[in-house]
């Protein structure tokens, strides 16, 4: 199709990423016009086997994602039945991709736990979190921007989750609220140049991409793990994650963590997913450490989009 219109260097860099037949999974991700609608069961609201019972009897047809706890995938054409729905509306269930579900699936956190969400909104993850802590203590939700801190709030409301304070600071400035060793699990589902968004089909979007994006995000993502790291208590863990393709965004921050941070280390993430792939360990010149191959790749492919995802604990 239209996949050699892409920036040449994106190509390029693409070509060097993937191997060859993954490189056809990954066109055929680009070139995908509908996804199916993917949600969340929010279970401070309600069960699976409720939200189960109740599109079994609209005669909605629905699989279950395995790899997740509370996900669900039902055909594209009948989410306008599910959108009018009063469980919809009262927020029973909630869209969220699939791999957008996987880092916070990969927290051990239990109820006597202080979560910290670095940068949160518009609160997908936040909102998550609260719903495995069944709102039990506590979840410090950061966020920067005006106006996604108020989408933050809204679905912090919306989704009944009690158990979040919400506070909005640059994450490079936490460290003047919060002692060291204060939060028992750190989220940073970083801001990225977000290359997910390239879709063939939306051509007003990929011809932004460019080179120093990446390096400005990738600038910021070492700057803010400068300062978050000294949060978390030992045996802390971290989760870390992006939903971009540079590796100057992944693997790069991956090894830094592990070359700047010697009490860090990376854990095995095993995900039953056929679109998962280890991380690579070269790009360009550079050369990254072996443990990066325990983290997690999602590739673009014509099911969910695509997520990068790291685990840490501080030993
Ligand atoms: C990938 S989004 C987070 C998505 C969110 N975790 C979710 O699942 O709904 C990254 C967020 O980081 C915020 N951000 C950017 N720079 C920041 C900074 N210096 N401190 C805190 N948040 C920041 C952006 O405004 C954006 O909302």
Known sequence: MQF????????ERINQIYSKPDLEIVKSGFETKKRNTTFRVNT????????????????ISFEKIGFLSNAYKINALNWYRVANLRWFISWEFYLQWITSQIPVELM?????????????????????????????????????????????????????CTNVEIIWIDARELWKKYKNETFDSILFDA?????WRINLNEEKIWPSWDEENIKKNAKLQKEILDFIIPLLK??????YSTCTLAPEENEEIVDYILSNFKDFEVQKISLDYMFS???????????????ITNCLRILPNIESEWFFVAKFKKI
């Open 108 to 160: 051990d956190i239990n109820e006597w736990m202080t979560v910290l969400d670095v940068s949160a909104a518009p609160g997908w993850k936040t909102s998550q979190i609260c719903s495995k802590l069944n709102n039990t203590w506590k979840v410090v939700a950061n966020e920067l921007n005006t106006i996604r801190r108020e989408k933050l709030k809204a679905t912090i409301k919306k989704q009944w």
């Open 191 to 195: 801001p990225c140049s977000a290359e």
């Open 44 to 59: 401070i609201k309600s069960s699976n086997e409720n939200e189960e019972k109740y599109l079994n009897s609209l005669w």
């Open 277 to 291: 792939r280890p991380w690579i360990t070269k790009f360009n010149w550079k050369k990254y450490n072996s443990e």
């Open 4 to 11: 050699e219109k892409l920036d040449p260097r994106f190509l």
């Open 234 to 239: 030992k045996w802390g863990e971290l989760i």
